[in-house]
């Protein structure tokens, strides 16, 4: 097929959106590699588990092929999920991380490694505050750090427990990279069709996935938690005509055991790729942007949601309106914080 | 030209609730063994009290492919009164597995002490040979550097038909979530002789014992009821859908009058860093 050039999706009028940061959307028919890993972090150790991202670099470098320009760690995984009142033990500030990052890829990879670009879930402390966050993250020669999303849909019901421990962010951002417009959402962020829908209305191209997801429900070939992810990821993908990039925690916690799964999903909805639920693995796979055109031209959804976006907020805003303000409450209610990002300011 | 409808409906799907895909589950307990002892603990070895029933046998059988066998101890404890049947089904579980194998003999610790409690009921002596074993077992750990396995099923921790800090006590439970009928599904699958899966089950601490007379219903109804409980249905809705109300009572009944027996001492709460309610420290940290 005939590769299409970014221009084509410019007429659709869904893509382009002004880069703050002055980086350019992907260029055409240059594919992105893409490398979605999964391991079991050692509770609590951050040392132990910046040594296990140094193994995935490593096991990259040797690996045939270019190094990838992206790769993806999960949710947590520099302390693993459930650490209860310990957040703040295992907490690192997004700055702290960065630079962590950066010296394990100079010892894994020598010190004059091409630069590339990582996504990795960790808990983050700012400010007095903890969070549950990815950060996105250039790393390299002129490294920085492009973002830093934290968790808005803090996992509070059943085995989970996120909002007694950490604050709720309170923003979904897209943002430029050397590789394409893009959004994070972390774990259940993802399960809520209004979040992946601001994602690919900011212009998100790519929506990066790390998550956490305890498996349960064995009466099937696969743990019922893993059929619901590729559904919600594929429907999600298919819907906005983005690519979905999917990285699973993995291991046993407490007994609770990580379905890891890590997956992309095709801007058609199209399952490309799966890591297995229950073993690291690197699932290495290239993306062409220019897939997105054909997919949002073949499947206009975005561009019609887009069309009957001023309707439908009119009526989220009614709904809204009917709904009860937060006066005084909980923290994640009252202590509004208004500030994005450190990184995006 | 009138309209020809074809009337659909939901394919035949199993409305087995409890239905498992022992396959998957093998594999998931058999992960979850190696990561919560050998990962998580840096422990090898795994100690199983073999009583020559169906959970400690899916246990033994477990606990042998995530270990492998000679990492492996089953130690059975009988008593005086206990059944001929339960040994014979004991070695046959050791042999089946090919783990290694010790007899404890618990009757002269239990009797060396109810020598001193003469009107100990048959329930107070149950507690007291679980309590017994439970010493045995967790001193064979301490010998061989392993870790206690918990035999305990999901139907038993519900109905609390365990001995508190008896048999309960181990702190890794690879069968903890399935109810009992699970666990003979499970056992199928793994292999675990069928004489053992088919007789009926007992805590055998009384001769002639078995559980469900203990309880008073067959766990085929009572696992069938517990799951539509836990999954948040009420008792009228439970015995609308078909089940005989005094079941439905009666295991609504054991798991409510049974809910400390899940927990860990009730402790009064003095300062603001009181262990487990303030101070949260996962189990793995």
């Known amino acids: 097929m005939k590769r299409r050039t970014q221009r084509l999706i410019k007429p659709l009028g869904l893509v382009p959106r ?18 979605l890993v999964q391991f079991a972090p050692v509770k609590g150790d951050v040392d132990a588990n910046l040594g296990a991202i140094g193994d995935a670099l ?5 690996d045939a092929g270019p190094f990838p320009d992206v790769v993806v760690f999960p949710e947590a995984c520099l302390s693993g999920y459930f650490v209860e ?16 990052l950066h010296g394990t890829a100079a010892k894994a990879l020598g010190a004059s490694h091409r630069p590339f670009d990582i996504v990795a879930g960790f808990y983050e402390a700012d400010g007095g505050k903890l969070y549950n966050s ?27 427990d996120e909002e007694r421990f950490v604050s709720r962010g309170r923003t979904i951002e897209a943002f430029d990279t050397p590789h394409g417009r893009a959004a994070i959402l972390i774990c259940e962020d993802a399960c809520h069709s209004l979040a992946t829908t601001i994602a690919a209305l900011r212009g998100a191209q790519i929506l990066y996935i790390p998550s956490a997801s305890p498996g349960r429900g064995l009466e099937d070939a696969e743990p019922a938690n893993v059929r619901l992810w590729r559904d919600i990821t594929r429907v999600a993908a298919a819907e906005h005509g983005i ?34 639920f229950d073993a ?10 220019v897939d997105l055109a054909a997919a949002r031209a073949a499947l206009p959804m975005l561009g019609d949601l887009e069309a009957n976006l001023a309707e439908l907020t009119a009526m989220l805003d009614d709904e809204a309106a009917l709904r009860p303000r937060p006066r005084r409450s909980n923290r994640s209610t009252v202590k509004v914080d208004r500030s994005k990002p450190s990184r995006r300011r | 030209m009138k309209t020809s409808y074809q009337i659909v409906r939901p394919a035949e799907t199993s409305d087995d ?11 998931w307990l058999v992960r979850f063994l190696r990561d919560e002892l050998v990962v998580a603990r840096n422990i090898k070895k795994a100690v199983v009290g073999v009583s020559g029933g169906v959970d400690s046998a899916v246990v033994a059988f477990l606990c042998a492919r995530a270990l492998g066998p000679k990492n492996v101890l089953g130690v059975r404890m009988p008593y005086a009164t206990s059944s001929p049947t339960s040994a014979k089904h004991g070695r046959l579980v050791i042999e089946e597995t090919g783990i290694d194998d010790r007899v404890v003999d618990i009757t002269a610790a239990v009797d060396g002490y109810l020598a001193q409690a003469p009107d100990a009921g048959a329930q107070r002596r149950g507690n007291v040979m679980a309590r017994v074993r439970m010493i045995a077992l967790f001193d064979q750990s301490a010998k061989i550097g392993g870790l206690p396995i918990g035999t305990g099923n999901k139907s038993e921790r519900m109905f609390g038909y365990f001995t508190w800090h ?25 292999g675990v002789p069928r004489a053992i899966i088919e007789k009926p089950a007992t805590a055998d601490l009384i001769r002639g014992q078995t559980d469900e007379d203990d309880l008073g219903i067959s766990y085929a109804q009572a696992d069938r009821i517990l799951s539509r409980l836990l999954s948040g249905h009420d008792v009228d809705d439970i015995i609308a859908s078909g089940f005989v109300a005094k079941d439905v009572l009666l295991v609504k009944r054991r798991v409510d009058a049974t809910h400390w027996k899940r927990h860990l001492a009730t402790t009064a709460m003095i300062s603001n860093t009181a262990i487990n309610e303030f101070y949260l420290r996962p189990v793995d940290y």
């Open chain 1, 18 to 35: 002004p880069g703050r940061s002055g980086a350019r959307s992907p260029k055409s028919g240059r594919p992105i590699g893409l490398a």
């Open chain 1, 58 to 62: 490593a096991a990259l470098k040797r």
């Open chain 1, 85 to 100: 009142g310990a957040v703040r033990e295992v907490a690192l500030t997004s700055d702290n991380l960065f630079k962590s």
């Open chain 1, 134 to 160: 990815a950060l996105y993250a250039t790393i390299g020669r002129s490294g920085a750090i492009r973002h830093v999303h934290r968790k808005l849909f803090l996992a509070t019901y059943g085995v989970f």
């Open chain 1, 243 to 276: 690519f979905i990039a999917y990285s699973g925690l993995l291991g046993f916690e407490g007994g609770k055991g990580f379905t890891g799964s890590s997956r992309l999903i095709g801007p058609f909805g199209d399952l490309r790729a799966e890591a297995p």
């Open chain 1, 280 to 289: 690291p693995a690197i699932l290495r796979v290239d993306v062409d942007p």
């Open chain 2, 17 to 27: 609730e409890l239905r498992i895909d022992p396959a998957l589950v093998e594999r």
């Open chain 2, 166 to 190: 008896g048999d309960d006590s181990p702190p890794i439970n690879p069968i903890g979530d399935l109810f009992k009928t699970q666990v003979w599904a499970l056992a199928r699958h793994l």
